[in-house]
């Protein structure tokens, strides 16, 4: 098993930048797929990115590529998500999602996917 514990989020001016964290427990971070969802007020959790195990691999949403930047470091069990030139649109509460799974280059943009979540911190893009 592995649990998840976001941080990072906040109120910030459109066109600025935050860097999520998510800290994991568990001595088998580095074979976890690990992904990024948000939830808005009043809508369905959507996909914001996702990165294989070893790094090689890594999906993102429409919405967010060449804005948002999602890494990984392994021995300090932590993936990131850098998120700049942030819009009205981006405010959400923003979860970490990971899976234990055999293959290096395995990774998802499907929520149902993913076995263990994080309980979600809050980002507010002001206008």
């Known amino acids: 098993q592995v649990q998840l514990g976001e941080s990072g989020g906040g109120l910030v001016q459109a066109g600025g930048s935050l860097r999520l964290s998510c800290a994991a427990s568990g001595r088998t971070f580095s074979s976890y797929a690990m992904g990024w969802f948000r939830q808005a007020p009043g809508k369905e959790r959507e996909f914001v990115a996702a990165?294989?195990?070893?790094?090689?691999?890594?999906l993102y949403a429409d919405s967010v590529k060449g804005r948002f930047t999602i890494s990984r470091d392994n021995p300090k069990n932590t993936v990131y998500l850098q998120m700049n030139s942030l819009k009205p649109e981006d405010t959400a509460v923003y979860y970490c999602a990971a899976r234990d799974t055999p293959e290096f280059y395995s990774v998802r943009s499907t929520a149902g996917w993913y076995d263990y979540w994080g309980q979600g911190t809050q980002v507010t893009v002001s206008s």
């Open positions: 990165i294989s195990f070893r790094g090689s691999n890594i």
